[in-house]
């Protein structure tokens, strides 16, 4: 069984305010995504890392993939209200992809 | 318009009914997915349908049985439920099974009395 943990499980913290949230895993992926999952709604891709060491950005968020393709983070600098959500780590191997607990940010303003 | 629709985004039933969760996707996708989230645990993967195949069926109880009759619809057959079972019931497509994003519908949130 791939296990992916995220930390921390939970995070609030003001508008303005920079963080990182942590993915982590003993399993090599051939590929690791970011989903965003707001209340009531399914959770929505942000982005999807491949090569070990990669940096992406996505105007705010910054997303690298480690250097083994074990491990993520996600940084988000200047947090805003609009970035409140669910926030969820998928490793792929083979057909499957395994999703880990999830980050709930809160970001207040 | 997430290009993945689920019906009814609310369900409510007794443990003696039996009820289908319908999804349907219009992305040209040809794999379909059944997860189960519940509070405080992962998103769990319950069954992955590969041109209309299925491929994973992930130890989900029989009390589950999917159906998949194009690469376009998904349903997934309930009866006998349990407590437990109470939880969001998301529904996702990708365009094939290897590697590739996928897209979610917004759940069903299914509630056993």
């Known amino acids: 069984t791939q296990l992916l943990e995220q930390s921390p499980q939970f995070l609030s913290i003001q508008e303005g305010e920079n963080l990182t949230v942590y993915c982590n895993s003993s399993?090599?992926?051939?590929?690791l995504q970011w989903y965003r999952q707001e209340p009531g709604e399914g959770p929505v891709l942000l982005v999807t890392?491949?090569?070990?060491?990669e940096v992406k950005k996505l105007k705010r968020l910054t997303f690298q993939f480690g250097d083994a393709r074990k491990d993520s983070s996600l940084h988000i600098t200047a947090a805003q209200p609009g970035d409140t959500g669910l926030y969820l780590c998928a490793g792929n191997a083979g057909n499957m992809l395994t999703f880990g607990g999830g980050t709930r940010l809160m970001v207040k303003p | 318009e997430t290009g993945v629709t689920q019906t009814p985004r609310h369900l409510v039933m007794g443990m003696t009914n039996k009820k289908s969760l319908k999804c349907e996707q219009h992305l040209g996708h040809n794999a379909m997915y059944w997860y189960k989230q519940s509070a405080k645990k992962p998103l769990e993967l319950m069954f992955v349908y590969n041109f209309k195949e299925q491929t994973e069926n992930n130890s989900v109880p029989s009390r589950f049985s999917p159906e998949c009759p194009n690469s376009s619809h998904l349903f997934l057959h309930l009866h006998t439920l349990q407590p437990e079972d109470s939880a969001l019931y998301l529904c996702?497509?990708?365009?094939?099974?290897?590697?590739?994003?996928?897209?979610f519908g917004d759940g069903t949130r299914l509630s056993i009395l």
């Open positions: 399993s090599v992926f051939s590929s």
């Open positions: 890392v491949v090569t070990g060491g």
């Open positions: 996702a497509s990708s365009y094939t099974v290897i590697d590739q994003p996928q897209h």
